[in-house]
């Protein structure tokens, strides 16, 4: 049987950008913006990861639910959602490891945990966790809810390789590059799923962003450039705001994907 879908269908299918080098280069720019404001906060602020987790919490369920709610695709209101989830899975990731005590590896494991259970609803529910598959208000609300554990999850990951294993911000940035360049690797001379390809894309930018933020502001003794969190943070938003303005970027679909008008059932 075939269903034509409706115009509203379609105008959600083009609510996320077209998966292009430029959506990398902004998704890495925006996951080290998160790392330098969210360590600005919650320490050169003194507020504290819980305070710093409440106030980015807030501020995401406002820019999420201007986007659901949105009835086009918009670059900026987009990439300030994906800001949100960096700056919000910063401070309650680092909640989570260090205020309350867990520590990065039971932190990551946690969140490793909940990010595949979010993926795994996501499937049961939907039928797919491509973006190709986010035509309603319900598949938009698992599409964050994925982000948001994946960009928390990143800043454990990012936080455990720098600190626990001893390579530091630096050599922990290089490995999550190694990761990400193999998955480039796949995606071009392998058949491997472009969804589930995609997603480990965007997991691995997230702990990449993290040690390449912190290796900016955090201090000297500690491996660090000590560069301000507010300055680093600043030079950032201006980078990636300019991105976003002067960069081609259109609604579009996951890479392998097919949008065809029709709907087989």
């Given amino acids: 049987m075939n269903i034509s879908l409706s115009d509203n269908t379609l105008k959600m299918l083009r609510k996320v950008p077209e998966v292009t080098l430029f959506f990398w280069v902004i998704k890495i720019v925006a996951t080290t913006l998160g790392e330098t404001a969210g360590d600005a906060v919650t320490m050169s602020m003194h507020l504290g990861y819980l305070v710093g987790t409440g106030i980015f919490v807030a501020i995401f369920i406002a820019a999420v639910s201007a986007q659901i709610a949105a009835k086009r695709f918009s670059p900026l209101l987009y990439w300030t959602v994906i800001v949100a989830t960096t700056t919000a899975g910063?401070?309650?990731?680092?909640?989570?490891?260090?205020?309350?005590?867990?520590?990065?590896?039971?932190?990551?494991?946690?969140?490793?945990?909940?990010?595949?259970?979010?993926?795994?609803?996501?499937?049961?529910?939907?039928?797919?966790?491509?973006?190709?598959?986010?035509?309603?208000?319900?598949?938009?609300?698992?599409?964050?809810?994925?982000?948001?554990?994946?960009?928390?999850?990143?800043?454990?990951?990012?936080?455990?390789?720098?600190?626990?294993?001893?390579?530091?911000?630096?050599?922990?940035?290089?490995?999550?590059?190694?990761?990400?360049?193999?998955?480039?690797?796949?995606?071009?001379?392998?058949?491997?799923?472009?969804?589930?390809?995609?997603?480990?894309?965007?997991?691995?930018?997230?702990?990449?962003?993290?040690?390449?933020?912190?290796?900016?502001?955090?201090?000297?003794?500690?491996?660090?450039?000590?560069?301000?969190?507010y300055s680093a943070s600043a030079v950032l938003a201006v980078f990636m705001l300019s991105c976003i303005l002067f960069l081609p970027q259109r609604s579009g679909r996951h890479p392998g994907d097919e949008i065809n008008p029709t709907v087989r059932r």
Avoid: C
């Avoid at 049961?124 to 554990?149: C, L, Q």
């Avoid at 990143?154 to 999550?176: C, K, Q, R």
């Avoid at 930018?205 to 000590?226: E, N």
């Fill in 90 to 229: 910063t401070t309650l990731a680092d909640f989570t490891d260090r205020s309350l005590g867990i520590g990065y590896a039971g932190g990551a494991s946690i969140l490793f945990v909940l990010l595949l259970a979010s993926l795994a609803l996501w499937y049961r529910s939907m039928g797919s966790i491509s973006v190709n598959t986010i035509s309603s208000r319900k598949a938009e609300m698992f599409y964050w809810a994925t982000i948001m554990f994946s960009q928390t999850l990143g800043t454990a990951l990012g936080d455990w390789m720098a600190d626990s294993t001893g390579l530091g911000y630096e050599h922990g940035a290089l490995v999550f590059a190694a990761g990400l360049a193999v998955i480039a690797a796949a995606y071009f001379w392998t058949n491997l799923s472009r969804t589930w390809l995609f997603w480990a894309a965007f997991i691995l930018t997230r702990p990449l962003g993290a040690t390449v933020g912190d290796f900016l502001d955090k201090p000297l003794a500690h491996g660090g450039l000590d560069l301000s969190r």
